[in-house]
């Protein structure tokens, strides 16, 4: 079955750029979303088709997606940017989730 | 703008079956998105379920496949799910989610807020 992988930390601190990588065979080949969830809260979409932003988020949020690596990234974090963050695919019919990575800003 | 909200039983006995209903207010279950069913276990990530069209066509995670059925009722506005044979380790967040289907990529949003629901005697 179709992985995706993520580092389970990332520590930035404020001000600075935040990278989140999320792993897969070809994952370029596909489009890639990502979504951010605060303890307690649901997941929010922040990123989809590989870089679109919804309307309502920040322009600080970016994505790319390239060969076997999906990237969120963060510019000019904030504290209210400490979350986890998950990334998603579409794989033969069966969507997929990252394994999730915890930003934490310092 | 849509929004979900999920209902059902806080616990459920090992062996019997989980149901939670999904209500769409703010919008038509019968647009041109599918309907989701995403779980999430305490503290672990998120694993999907399974999804429904408004004509009742549907799609399953294959690791669940056996013991998960996904219905509509376009009267109500809602979708449900129900899971058979539970165990705790079927305990988990349960959301339903809106996925839009666009060129290829999908993605889901909004979500409902989520319920609990525990596996236990």
């Known amino acids: 079955s179709y992985e995706l992988t993520q580092p389970p930390s990332v520590s930035v601190s404020p001000g600075q750029t935040a990278s989140i990588t999320c792993s897969g065979d070809?994952?370029?080949?596909?489009?890639a979303c990502w979504y951010q969830q605060k303890p307690g809260q649901s997941p929010v979409l922040v990123i989809y088709?590989?870089?679109k932003r919804p309307s309502g988020i920040p322009e600080r949020f970016s994505g790319s997606n390239s060969g076997n690596t999906a990237t969120l990234t963060i510019s000019g974090t904030q504290a209210m940017d400490e979350a986890d963050y998950y990334c998603?695919?579409?794989?033969?019919?069966?969507?997929?989730f990252g394994t999730g990575t915890k930003v934490t800003v310092l | 703008q849509v929004q979900l909200q999920e209902s059902g039983p806080g616990l459920v006995k090992p062996s019997g079956t989980l149901s939670l209903t999904c209500a769409v207010s703010?919008?038509?279950?019968?647009?041109?998105?599918?309907w989701s069913w995403v779980r999430q276990p305490p503290g672990k990530g998120l694993e999907w379920i399974g999804e429904?069209?408004?004509?009742?066509?549907?799609n399953y995670n294959p690791s669940l496949k056996s013991r998960v059925t996904i219905s509509v009722d376009k009267s109500k506005n809602q979708f449900s799910l129900k899971l058979s044979s539970v165990t705790a380790a079927d305990t988990a967040v349960y959301y339903c989610?809106?996925?839009?289907?666009?060129?290829?990529?999908?993605?889901?949003?909004?979500w409902g807020q989520g319920t609990l629901v525990t596996v236990s005697s």
């Open positions: 703010g919008g038509s279950i019968s647009s041109s998105n599918w």
């Open positions: 998603q695919a579409w794989d033969s019919s069966l969507y997929v």
């Open positions: 070809k994952l370029g080949d596909k489009y």
């Open positions: 989610a809106r996925d839009t289907v666009a060129a290829a990529a999908n993605w889901f949003d909004p």
């Open positions: 088709q590989d870089s």
């Open positions: 429904i069209y408004h004509s009742g066509s549907t």
